[in-house]
């Protein structure tokens, strides 16, 4: 009888052992899924206050965009007056430079903007590195990727833009003189015209990972976010 009480309790010990081995993986399923859950939700902030940064990159480019037509309508201005009408050309030519400088001190904040932005990404990154989920993981670093890339394009472009009004600066100080030397500004024009059309494909290019960039951050948002 003893021997049979033994066994019995033997087995027992082994019936509860195993459940308590299974309780503890459960236990620590559970505990995994709720730290994948809590890092999928901090990228998700990080992502989430990065959109609002770039909101804010996005406006300072419409500013430029605006003070970039206003500049050019006193530029065209200029080109209309007679050759006797020096005080209105040198009027116009001012107002340019004033609107010109403003455009100026608005690049520099654009590029302070992406490049706080930037501080974000690398956080981003950081975050997304302990994350086990390698899909998401996967997914989250190609949106790090193309930011970096579309960064790198930015200073590039911003660069040329800078080059370029700089160019347009020494145009109008040259409208602004009493006699203007009009070889000279043909030369300068020319040679804005050119860089202008760098800055163009630059910016046609930068567009296109824009839309990249969005198109990712929705995928994520779609299959991850709910």
């Not at 006797?84 to 009027?91: A, I, L, M, Y």
């Not at 403003?102 to 975050?127: F, V």
């Amino acid at each position: 009888m003893k021997i049979i009480m033994k066994k019995i309790g033997e087995v027992m010990y082994k019936k509860s052992h195993a459940l308590f081995l299974i309780i503890v993986l459960l236990l620590m399923f559970c505990s995994a899924c709720t730290s994948q859950i809590k890092q999928k939700k901090l990228v998700f902030q990080k992502l989430n206050k990065i959109t609002k940064m770039e909101q804010k990159f996005e406006k300072a480019g419409e500013t430029i965009q605006s003070l970039e037509i206003k500049e050019l309508e006193f530029y065209e201005k200029i080109y209309l007056y007679k050759v006797n009408e020096v005080n209105k050309r040198q009027d116009a030519a001012k107002h340019a430079i004033n609107l010109l400088n403003k455009r100026k001190e608005k690049i520099n904040e654009e590029s302070k903007l992406i490049h706080d932005i930037d501080i974000k990404i690398e956080e981003l990154q950081t975050i997304n590195i302990e994350t086990k989920d390698e899909k998401f993981r996967n997914e989250v670093y190609l949106f790090v990727k193309t930011w970096r890339e579309r960064t790198k394009l930015y200073d590039q472009l911003n660069k040329k833009y800078k080059q370029a009004i700089e160019t347009d600066l020494s145009i109008y100080n040259l409208l602004s003189q009493k006699k203007v030397d009009l070889n000279n500004v043909k030369s300068k024009t020319k040679n804005t015209n050119r860089i202008y059309k760098d800055v163009i494909n630059l910016n046609d290019q930068l567009n296109l990972y824009t839309q990249k960039l969005n198109d990712i951050r929705n995928h994520l948002i779609e299959k991850y976010g709910k």
